[in-house]
């Protein structure tokens, strides 16, 4: 029986047919998607994202962002000031006024900045934008796929995964993007402004001239050619009203799986409800499968998702680690009418803090392909069978470690309650 319940319909997603949704892995399939669709653009195109490289492929995109803006299309940038710090001098470089609108999201000055409550909340988004009528929203960063920031070049691109979306739930993207872009813009620009408005001989003037910086004006709709009816829905996580709507929407998909729940994520700590549903949906004959990352990036992340390999595997999850290449894709299924692809892993930081974005699509044909690559996927993968962190106290000690960490930090974001 479908479980239904208030605490799920609370900010449920908004599902709307008449959508085209595309399945595009790595950076290898989305940036040339992007870069047709930026070179067509003829009125606006916003971009969010939490790292913006200085590669060659992050290169090529701005190249395609200030040539848009250049042909008089309104191009709006805004990077995560964490994600893209080492980077910004040379964004800036390549992105200048008037061809690209970029922004910072929380910038970030020295590293014990950080500690402030309201830096922990990251833009952790992944959005491109074009004219309201194409929108990609994925884990994928501007940075090309071999490259890892903390280990250097690979030989084999990163697991990662987008979607281009065409229909109203690209609307819908762009309007969460350029709030985005304006929260920064406001952040970052308004205080400076505001206070040499006093030192001014003519502060209307200046006023007016902050107002159009800041200025978000919708463009005029769109006519919309006919599309194929794929119901879907845009769903982001933000610190206002939609705190947890995205790990609502993941809850409330496993709770009414019958046949299988496939989920993919490189940073896997949930919370106590996320794990009943989980243990529910394994307890109901549902085969869950999760795929966690076996090439270790961050090596706490790590330690967070093995010091519950045992629980998991107690109730009949099975686990694979992905082996071939680091793994950074957050994508899920359930049964064979349930998908999503977005920015969130299953973790505090994703479902609690930072800023992100998924598209949930319920179309056969699209679960089908997604299933088609996590299966390449597990095939790829080593299966756990005996968990790392052994047997006796030890394990017990280290997921508690991992607790109290993980009860520290989000004090330390101001986040009460139980995770």
Request: glycine share 6%; with cysteine; net charge positive.
């Amino acid at each position: 029986m479908p479980v239904a319940s208030a605490w799920a319909r609370r900010n449920a997603p908004e599902f709307l047919g008449g959508n085209q949704v595309r399945l595009l892995q790595g950076g290898d399939e989305l940036f040339p998607a992007m870069h047709a669709a930026i070179a067509q653009a003829r009125r606006e195109v916003i971009l969010a994202t939490y790292i913006f490289h200085d590669d060659d492929a992050s290169r090529a995109m701005a190249d395609a962002l200030c040539a848009a803006g250049r042909r008089g299309v309104r191009v709006c940038v805004v990077v995560d000031g964490f994600g893209s710090k080492a980077t910004l001098a040379r964004l800036r470089q390549w992105m200048p006024q008037p061809e690209v609108e970029l922004v910072v999201f929380r910038p970030v000055g020295t590293w014990w900045s950080l500690l402030q409550p309201g830096q922990l909340r990251r833009l952790h988004q992944k959005l491109c934008t074009v004219d309201r009528e194409i929108g990609f929203v994925g884990g994928i960063n501007m940075i090309d796929d071999r490259i890892d920031l903390r280990h250097g070049l690979s030989d084999a691109p990163r697991l990662d995964f987008a979607v281009e979306v065409r229909g109203p739930i690209a609307a819908s993207a762009a309007q969460s993007a350029r709030a985005v872009w304006t929260r920064a813009a406001m952040g970052a620009d308004w205080k400076e402004e505001v206070m040499s408005l006093a030192k001014s001989a003519q502060p209307m003037a200046r006023m007016r001239r902050v107002m159009q910086r800041l200025r978000m004006v919708a463009p005029p709709p769109v006519q919309m050619q006919p599309l194929q009816p794929v119901v879907a829905a845009f769903v982001v996580r933000d610190n206002v009203r939609q705190r947890r709507s995205i790990e609502r929407a993941y809850i409330e998909a496993v709770l009414r799986a019958r046949e299988r729940v496939d989920l993919v994520t490189p940073y896997f700590y949930p919370g106590r409800m996320f794990r009943r549903a989980l243990f529910r949906a394994a307890q109901r004959g549902a085969r869950v499968r999760l795929l966690l990352q076996g090439k270790i990036d961050y090596r706490f992340a790590a330690l967070a998702a093995q010091v519950q390999y045992d629980e998991l595997r107690r109730h009949g999850i099975q686990i694979y680690e992905y082996t071939p290449a680091f793994l950074h894709a957050k994508v899920a299924l359930v049964d064979n009418e349930w998908a999503t692809v977005g920015s969130s892993n299953i973790d505090p930081l994703s479902l609690l803090l930072n800023l992100e974005a998924n598209v949930i699509v319920q179309d056969a044909q699209f679960a089908r392909e997604l299933s088609q690559r996590f299966d390449a996927a597990i095939a790829a993968s080593r299966e756990v069978i005996e968990a790392a962190s052994g047997i006796g106290l030890r394990p017990v000690m280290l997921r508690g470690f991992v607790a109290w960490c993980a009860n520290w930090f989000l004090r330390m974001a101001g986040i009460t309650g139980r995770y």
